[in-house]
């Protein structure tokens, strides 16, 4: 069963803004860490934002790349993440992948961790 869907990916302009959502059902959100991941093509799937549990404190990462740019969000009631993205560049370009972790960014346990199908974000003139 898919436990994590992401949307709102699509075709925009460089300088221009998206918001991805990553709808979680069938678990409790509440204890996870939940992250934002992309991959370009030919290359490596990198983090791009992370965000803890309100228990570990609701503390945020990101990438250097896209630090002052993209924020990332989390809804546990909806059991949603959100990632705001602006000021899109064409080095955005990619696959974007939500994950649920636990118990920390960056200090997950593999066997407890989720992943979405991914969603596309194109950025191009």
């Known amino acids: 069963q898919v436990l994590l869907v992401e949307s709102g990916g699509g075709l925009v302009q460089p300088g221009d803004s998206l918001r991805l959502s990553c709808g979680a059902k069938?678990?409790?959100?509440?204890?996870?860490?939940m992250g934002w991941f992309r991959q370009a093509p030919g290359k490596e799937r990198e983090v791009v934002a992370c965000i803890n549990s309100r228990e570990s404190g609701n503390s945020t990462d990101y990438a250097d790349s896209v630090k002052g740019r993209f924020t990332i969000s989390r809804d546990n009631a909806e059991k949603t993440t959100f990632l705001q993205m602006n000021s899109l560049k064409p080095e955005d370009t990619g696959t974007y992948y939500c994950a649920a972790m636990y118990p920390l960014c960056g200090n997950s346990r593999p066997d407890l961790e989720l992943w979405g199908q991914g969603t596309q974000v194109t950025v191009s003139s």
């Open positions: 069938g678990f409790t959100l509440d204890y996870y860490a």
